[in-house]
C-alpha cells in the first residue's frame, strides 16, 4: 500500500501485490542473457549471492538519519520474488540455454554443470531477425512471414502462449547490437508504424517488431542495447496507451559506469578537461558485432553523449569547451568475455595546470550487465502494477542502468551516477507514500 500526493492531500494508491509467476520473454539468449538467467537459478540454489544487483542486496534509508531505519529494497517494495521468475526468449539460434551459456564461456563449467539440468529445458522460440540490422550474424533459427506485421503478430502468438503459464509478462532486448538508425516519418505515430509494418518499411529493425508485439499486449519492455527500439513517438505512445512502461537505452556496465562518476567528481571540484581518450579490447560475439562500423555507430553515440551532459560546456566555457572525446572499441577474439577498458583522461586545475589520470579497468562485461538486465526486468514490472507509474511511459528512474536513458522529449537525460541513484530511490520512496529525502538536514542543528 502506498500514498500519492493529489492536490496537496495524500490518498492511498495500491501497488498491486507480486503474486504469482513472473514471466520474463528475454530477446536474444548470449553472453549476457545467459549469464542473468543461470545466475538467478544459482542464487536460488543458494550457490552464490546476486552480487550487483540493487533488488536484492541494496538497502533504502527511511525518514532521518538518527532513525537508522534501512530496510531491503525488496522488503520496502513489493518486487517479484526470485522463485517466482521464469524464464523464456528468442535467438536466432537453437542452442538451448545451457549450450549457450558454454559457448558464452562467462561462467565456469563447474557452476554450469550443476544447472544444467535446468538451463537446458530453456530453448529458446524462433527470432525475428534480418541480416541488414546485424551484418556479422547469420541466424538459422528465424520466423518467416509475408511482411513485418506478420511477424509482430508470431510474436504476439508467442507472448499469449507464455502467458498462459505466468501471471505477468516483461520483455528484455538482451540481443546483439542493430545497425545505426535515425527516426523517420515511420516512427512518428502508432498509425504510421502499423503501415510500415504492412509496407515492410526498412526503418523498422527487428527489435521494434518485438517491442511493438510487447506494448501492444500492454507487456513492459526494457532496451538493454543502444538501438532506437523504443525510443520513438509510437512506442512511447503504445506505451502509454497500453500502460507498458519502457526504459532503454544501453545497459551502463563497465566504462561508462566510471565515467559518470569520475565526470561528476571533476565538474563538482571545477577542474578542466581537455581530452578524454577511451578505448577497449573484447572478444566476445557482441565485439564481434560492434566490428562491424554501422553497429559501432549505435554504440559510439550511445557511450559518446554522457560527458556532454555531464559537463554542460555551455555554463562551464572555461572548463569544457574544448574537451576531446573519443571512444574505440577493437574487437580481439583471445580476451572472450573478459573486456579491458582504458581510459586516459587529460585534465587541468588551478591556473591552468595540466594533470592526467588513467583507469585501467579489467573488467568481465556480463558479470556487471547480468544484475542490471535483473533489476531492470523486477522493477519494469513493479512499474506495472504502481498506478502512478504504469502509464506514463518512459521510466526516467531507471536511468541509473542505462549509458544512453531515454526521456520525455525536451529534457536532457541526467547521466551522473549519483544523480541517477537517488532518483531511483526516490521514485521507491514516493510510490509508497515515504519521505523524500533531500539531504539538507538542518534540522539535526535545530
Ligand atoms: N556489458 C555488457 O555486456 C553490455 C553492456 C551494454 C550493452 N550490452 C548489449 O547487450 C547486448 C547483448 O550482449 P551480449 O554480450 O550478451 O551479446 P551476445 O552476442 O553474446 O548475445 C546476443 C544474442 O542475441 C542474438 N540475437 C541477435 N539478433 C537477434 C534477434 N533479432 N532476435 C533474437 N536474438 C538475436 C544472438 O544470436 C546472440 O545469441 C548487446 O547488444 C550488447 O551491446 C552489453
Known amino acids: 500500500m502506498g500514498t500519492e500526493e493529489q492536490g496537496g492531500q495524500k490518498t492511498a494508491s495500491t501497488i498491486a501485490p507480486a503474486t504469482g ?63 517466482d521468475v521464469v524464464f523464456t526468449g528468442w535467438d536466432i539460434f537453437a542452442d538451448n540455454v545451457y549450450e549457450a551459456a558454454a559457448h558464452a564461456e562467462v561462467l565456469d563449467e563447474k557452476m554450469l554443470a550443476q ?5 537446458e529445458k530453456i530453448k529458446p522460440l524462433p527470432a525475428v531477425f534480418d541480416q541488414y540490422y546485424v551484418k556479422r550474424l547469420n541466424g538459422t533459427h528465424v520466423k518467416k512471414g509475408k511482411n513485418k506485421r506478420d511477424l509482430a503478430d508470431q510474436v504476439v502468438a508467442d ?28 516512427h512518428q505515430s502508432i498509425e ?20 511493438y508485439a510487447a506494448l501492444s499486449e500492454g507487456v513492459p519492455f526494457a532496451n538493454g542495447a543502444p538501438g532506437l527500439t523504443v525510443d520513438v513517438p509510437a512506442m512511447i505512445e503504445l506505451s502509454k496507451k497500453n500502460a507498458a512502461p519502457i526504459c532503454g537505452k544501453d545497459f551502463k556496465t563497465g566504462q561508462t ?25 573484447l572478444g566476445n560475439r557482441d565485439g564481434e558485432v560492434l566490428d562491424d562500423p554501422q553497429s559501432f555507430k549505435s554504440k559510439e553515440e550511445s557511450k559518446l553523449g554522457s560527458l556532454e551532459y555531464i559537463f554542460q560546456p555551455e555554463l562551464y566555457p572555461d572548463l569544457y569547451k574544448n574537451l576531446y572525446h573519443k571512444i574505440r572499441i577493437n574487437y580481439y577474439p583471445p580476451r572472450g568475455d573478459d573486456k579491458e577498458a582504458w581510459d586516459n583522461i587529460d585534465i587541468f586545475g588551478w591556473l591552468g595546470y595540466p594533470m592526467q589520470i588513467k583507469v585501467n579497468f579489467l573488467c568481465r562485461d556480463s558479470i556487471l550487465a547480468a544484475p542490471i538486465a535483473l533489476d531492470l526486468v523486477l522493477f519494469l514490472d513493479l512499474a506495472k502494477r504502481t498506478p502512478s507509474l504504469r502509464s506514463i511511459g518512459i521510466q526516467e528512474w531507471l ?27 526516490n521514485t521507491l520512496r514516493h510510490i509508497m507514500g515515504a519521505d523524500l529525502i533531500t539531504h539538507l538536514g538542518l534540522e539535526y542543528y535545530d
Open 115 to 119: 544447472l544444467k539440468p535446468y538451463l
Open 21 to 83: 509467476k513472473l514471466g520474463v520473454m528475454v530477446i536474444g539468449l548470449g553472453a549476457v542473457a545467459t549469464t542473468m538467467i543461470a545466475g538467478v537459478e544459482a542464487i536460488r540454489r543458494g550457490l552464490a549471492k546476486p552480487i550487483g544487483s540493487l533488488t536484492q542486496m541494496g538497502t533504502i534509508r527511511l525518514g532521518k538519519r538518527t532513525d537508522n531505519k534501512s530496510p531491503l529494497i525488496k522488503d520496502f517494495v513489493p518486487l517479484a520474488n526470485l522463485n
Open 257 to 281: 559506469l566510471l565515467k559518470t562518476v569520475l565526470a561528476p567528481a571533476l565538474k563538482a571540484r571545477l577542474l578542466g578537461v581537455s581530452g578524454w581518450f577511451s578505448t577497449n579490447i
Open 159 to 186: 507472448i499469449r502462449a507464455f502467458k498462459k503459464t505466468v501471471d505477468r509478462v516483461v520483455m528484455i532486448w538482451c540481443a546483439s547490437t542493430e545497425i545505426f538508425i535515425e527516426p523517420t516519418a515511420v
Open 192 to 211: 504510421a508504424f502499423e503501415k510500415g509494418l504492412e509496407n515492410n518499411d526498412i526503418a523498422i529493425a527487428p527489435s521494434q517488431i518485438y517491442a
Open 399 to 425: 536511468s541509473f542502468y542505462l549509458k544512453s536513458p531515454q526521456t520525455a522529449a525536451g529534457l536532457y537525460p541526467e547521466h551522473d551516477l549519483f544523480i541517477q541513484s537517488m532518483k531511483l530511490k
